[in-house]
């Protein structure tokens, strides 16, 4: 896992939804990304 | 009686309960949330146990053990509290009363919907999730996400648990909501999407009919091999949680949330599958529309509505509710062992006994006279009477 980034606020961009997928190195590669998606679509429910 | 056996035996009295035939007793279905923790007599906080998996884990078992409930509206978490700490969220928990509070939040504004019915991913991330997430950092949101994995295996075991251990069925087997729901639930918010109802008809609808095939074909995918698919685990099929319904008139429930509903209806009527809906607020006024449902199909737990009253203009449908929180918190053993008796003479057959709304604060219930009307309902033949 990528320290440095992890302590960068996030920027909102095509980059920055794949540097966050990046870091959820905890899942398998083809996953990543749909947990992310995962996230927005709790917004508003937690 | 093997846990196997009763867990056999409780996905038969609820198959002939949602059939509409006699049986020995009617079924029970806990419509509880925070009075589960409450409740509790295991030294943990009701702000603890919603963050902490495993403390809510225990009370639920400990919960089971003492009322012996048939199934769960849900046995797990409703809102995901360590997710919302990760990113600075907005909920207050009172230890004392249970009461839970949130700020009802615009995330999405008006002139976004256009641009979120074509783009819903690029919308969420570049414009709600700054204004959800303000300045967090990358291992802010790892954390949410973590949380949320956290939040799901927790609710798999609670479920595996209940029915392993306990001969607790899960209530259904998949669930989503309603494109409509996601708008008024989480991203207009309630002022939001009653203005854009009344003012950006064409865009709501538009988002509507966007996901609605994403909607419907999750729950065919549930439904392709009929009743309960491979294992009987579940009580229904499919749950739906109805809540959007609260701030629509007829002409607006046709348009956003029927068309969209009703197809997964037909979904279910044609595999024989069945439903559970469940209903904050009045679904009266929308009556009309369930009326052509066949029996067997669809379980509607009321929150608000006169339960008799519904009843009676739909008798194709499977109530579940009847038990008023007023008598479980404020009357003696026996008005509410009178009341359970009155309200299961009236409503059986075709009828789940559960209570009148989420039982959420101290005052819902006390746990004498739950205990005895659960007592009562468990062991109450409604044929003899």
Redo the contacts between chains.
Sequence with gaps: MNNELLQTKVEYTDIGFENLASLCDFLPAEERENAVVGLLNTIGWF | MSTEQVLTERLQLFDKTINGEQTNRVPTLSNDFTWRLLDTELDIKPSQALREFDKFQQITYEFQSRYNYDCYEMSGMR???K??DAVG?THSINDETGAIQSLD?E?MQACELEEYAENP?KV???????R??G?????Q??S???A??EQYAAEEEITTTLRTKYGVPAASRCSIFAPIE?LF???R?IIGLSCDMRRNFSQVKQICDKNKDNYVNTYKECFKNGHRGAEPISVWDANTTMLAHSIMNAKQFEAFYWDTYKEMLVAAIEQKCTVFQFTEASILKFADFFQDIPQGTLSILVEKDDIEMIRKLLPNITFIGGMDVNYLGHSSKEECLNEAKRVIDTLYPNFVFSTNKMMSFRGDATRENLMAVQNFVLNYNPNEN
């Design positions: 809102n995901n509290f997710l919302s969220g939040r995330f991913i969420l991330w570049e414009k709600v999730a700054p959800a997430f300045d967090a950092t990358y291992s949101l790892v949410a996400i973590q949320s994995y996601t639930n989480q991203y918010g």
